[in-house]
């Protein structure tokens, strides 16, 4: 069976039959094939609140923005965990070079954690959710991420003290986000979301 032949089956898939198959063109990088997949779908119309494209768009923001943050609270807590076990193994020997290096890590990704935190945080402020943390408490891992909070609190440094960690790093044109950097960029991800469900 030729492709076209094919592609005039396509509108009488069911969306368990098509689904997988718009999936599998994604992961090949099939463009084309996957916007025939969509394309030939049949089409419903559902009427929604007008709030609708902004409470989609926050939900997907919380819900990747949740991940990100358990991924850098993951990375806290590994590398507080290899600091703890150096301290250890070495009680008795004066700190070395790699004990200053291992500090640096833990007080950056407690740097970064914050921000991105604080980030949220001021996005959710602007669009008068005063209860911004309420988007993420419904989540899993949001235990995790208070007890990171806690506990990254009296080892956060400043944008400057980061910026310097991560130029010791990566060069000299590299620097550490800030917390407007982290509201930027969730501003933009709402609003293109927002956009998108709009229509």
Known sequence: M???SLAKQYATLTPRERLPLIMAAAVRE???????????APRFTCTVPDH????QALDEAASIFMMRLLDLATWFWRASGLLEQRFW???DEPEDETDAEMWDLVRLFAYLF????QGWRRVCAELNLTEAD???????????VRSTETATKGLVMSA???TAIVRRKHGETRR??????EAAGLRGFIERRAEWWTG
């Open 52 to 55: 609708f494209p902004l409470a």
């Open 176 to 181: 550490a986000i800030t917390v407007e950097d």
């Open 114 to 117: 914050s921000t991105k935190l």
């Open 30 to 40: 099939d463009e084309s094939e996957r916007m025939r997949l969509v394309n030939s």
């Open 160 to 162: 400057e003290d980061a």
């Open 89 to 91: 193994r070495r009680i």
């Open 2 to 4: 030729n492709t076209n």
């Open 134 to 144: 309420a988007l993420l408490e419904c989540l899993p891992g949001w235990e995790s």
